[in-house]
């Protein structure tokens, strides 16, 4: 800001406007003069996280609608797990050197204890990031479907009609069984089978068409197993007695493991299974080859 240029502006607001623009000139410059390194350090963490956060994918490709929802979360994770990181890595190797023993120096160091500012800081900031984690999370699993009502159809269930006890669903339990692809899952130690009620046939792979709601519900026969298949970034638990569903649209095709993720036994690690995305003249095809006439007794 040029001193002549200020001086001679007659008009009041304008002035006004400057002086407000010299006081924060003179805040930025006392701050910058103070800790411009912090400054620079902090804003250089925070852009290599969101760099890295944007940039580097660990995830398996996303095969299904709740996939892009799941990573926006695992994306801000990723991001605030990099900056604590990065952040923390650099301040370790700064007091390493910064803090080391020098050749003259002799005894303890000085007894330090307690600083009550630090310690509202250090409680403060983590205990937000975690309620905006959690918030945003309970969001996420709203959105994946996870909060639905599942049971709340009574007048068009049979009163035989098992309860369902958890699951994952973006449809209400009247759309499910109307519209949907009906798939009846039983886990066992060690294997899943997928029985299809509409073409009467149990196959040990389970074939889905693409892009098309599919609804699995799903027993188990002896312990707790889990039902967990990366790509679509979905997991729910397989309970004996106690049906749960899990609801999905696979939006890619392609084979996909089914992965058991509840240590259920000695061969758990073994206990999986494939899920084959076809498109639909591809599984009618499958689906027709498969299935068996009804018997009438
Ligand atoms: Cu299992």
Excluded at 186 to 196: E, P, R, T
């Amino acid at each position: 800001m040029n001193l002549n240029n200020f001086l001679l502006t007659n008009d009041a607001g304008l002035k006004k406007l400057n002086m407000l623009r010299i006081y924060i000139q003179i805040i930025i410059n006392q701050l910058l003069n103070k800790n411009i390194y912090l400054i620079l350090i902090i804003s250089l963490v925070f852009s290599i996280s969101f760099w890295i956060g944007f940039n580097v994918n660990l995830l398996p490709e996303e095969a299904s609608i709740n996939a892009p929802i799941y990573d926006e979360l695992f994306k801000i994770l990723f991001i605030i797990g990099l900056i604590i990181f990065i952040g923390m890595t650099i301040a370790v190797i700064y007091s390493l050197f910064k803090f080391r023993k020098r050749n003259d120096q002799i005894g303890d160091g000085i007894a330090l204890e307690g600083n009550l500012s630090l310690e509202i800081v250090w409680t403060i900031i983590p205990s937000i990031i975690v309620l905006l984690i959690g918030l945003y999370s309970y969001n996420i699993y709203d959105r994946m479907g996870g909060m639905k009502e599942l049971n709340h159809n009574h007048e068009m269930m049979s009163s035989n009609t098992e309860k369902i006890w958890a699951g994952i669903s973006q449809v209400s339990d009247n759309e499910i069984a109307i519209n949907n692809l009906s798939i009846e899952v039983s886990a066992m130690q060690f294997a899943f089978l997928f029985n299809y009620p509409k073409g009467n046939f149990i196959s040990g792979e389970l074939h889905v068409p693409v892009d098309q709601k599919v609804s699995m519900k799903m027993e188990s026969k002896d312990v707790i197993h889990a039902f967990w298949v990366p790509e679509f970034r979905i997991k729910q638990d397989i309970i004996p007695g106690q049906p749960t569903i899990l609801n999905f649209t696979p939006t890619k095709v392609g084979k996909y493991p089914i992965i058991c993720a509840e240590l259920c036994g000695p061969y758990h690690g073994g206990m999986r299974a494939s899920i084959i995305v076809e498109e639909e003249s591809d599984y009618n095809e499958w689906f027709n080859k498969n299935k068996k006439p009804e018997v009438n007794l």
